[in-house]
């Protein structure tokens, strides 16, 4: 239901914990009540590996980030957790702190955001029209979600784990059901209303679609920002699906620069429908979509029709031939699947559960307690002549904004083109509920060309983020990409 990628390699993986027993035990003998068992884990991804986690209170559709120290910080939840806050630090034998009632509001689907100062910001929820901040200050109206909220009852809200993106300018861009605005949240002051997206379908939970901030990079003329939305569902699905009436998803893209001066969304048509997919920035700057359903809508039992195929979106290429289809995996990914992005450049994948509590023998999606890796087409064998193997950077280097970064790197089995070279970093997200919270991924500027550093070696110097408004402080993974063909990442810090 909820999986972060730490700085550890180590990805840390929970569900809720009010609905039975694991299949995990705790260890030690420990037990809450007659429960023995974990609901949270750490999977360490080089060693295929996973250690029971310890974890009390319910984080029952919650949400998180991590901090500049690589702290995750996590909040909200359902019953004994709506107001909690849970952090974990990225070490070997860590376990979660949890502190009951640290939040001011009760947080039950919300979104949560890195800022530029370091702090985390926590916005919306069902029934919550406000954000308040981690560490805590105070809290503050935000009636662009209670203008948002369907008209239904509150499960047809459809403006449910907002999309939020920081833009390169430190306001907010958030967008709920069909719209967005600009929010300036330290002055509490919406300073850009958005058109409706065309069609005005709604694209947050419940509809659930998914959306990404594409990568940053400087034209020469300053950072663009652009918001890249796919699929959800027409309204009412969610409130049909419970009738037994499954609606087809919507099979539509919507794009918008966010800092045109006129900004429209620009429409453009998957290769099929999709609800509940989720979408990852890939190291070279495409977007992978990945799990969901063809109808229906998020929630218990209301999806049908797997979506087995990932789709491979190049940002870059003309539109309508942006999209690429993948071989298709055999497990259903349906409600509650989660994916995040591997040091590696695979995409893990794991969960789906749309049903209350586990149901193994059901005849419609059982609950998966699976995980698999997907292998964008980059990793393919017949590349690895083509891949970067980085020298220098060393792992856990730090890093200050608007510095002279230099990178070394191998490629052994190609004569590079100096032109298809291309430094990226990109932050781990959040992900539950087909959204990945403070994804991040920026491409680093050249300040001197590419250049023989010695046989099959190379050398380019690269500008880091001049301000924490285009990367805010925290772990990134660094790579470098040949003819779209990435290294493995290498993380650094950026302070």
Known sequence: MHMQLLNNDRVIMFDRADFGRSNISLPFGQCHGSDCTAHSIEYNVIKNTIRPLNLVTDTWCSSGTTLADG????????????????????CPYCDWSEFPNQLIERRWYATNHILPNGSAIIIGGIDQFNYEFFPKTKLFNLPFLSQTKGKKDQFEENNLYPYVFLNVDGNLFIFANNRAILLDYNKYQVIRTYPTIPGGEPRNYPSTGSAVLLP???????????????????????ELAEQNKFVQALDTCARIKINDPNPKWVMEKMPMARTMGDMVVLPNGHVAIINGAGYGSAGWERGRNPILNPVIYNPDSPLASRFEVMTPTTIPRMYHSTAVLLRDGRILVGGSNPHQYYEFTTEYFPTELSLEAFSPPYLDSSKSGLRPIVMVPVPSTKITYGSNLMVKFSIYGAVIDPSLIKITIIRPAFNTHSFSMSQRMVVLTNTMPVIPAGRAWYQVNVLTPETANIAPPGYYMLFVVHQDVPSYGVWIQIL
Not at 71 to 90: E, H, N
């Open 71 to 90: 702290l995750l910080v996590q909040t909200g939840g359902w019953g004994s957790g709506d107001r909690a806050v849970r952090t974990i630090k990225p």
């Open 216 to 238: 940053l990079r400087n034209s020469g003329f300053g950072f663009e920002a652009e918001v890249l939305i796919c699929g959800g569902t027409p309204p009412g699905s969610y």
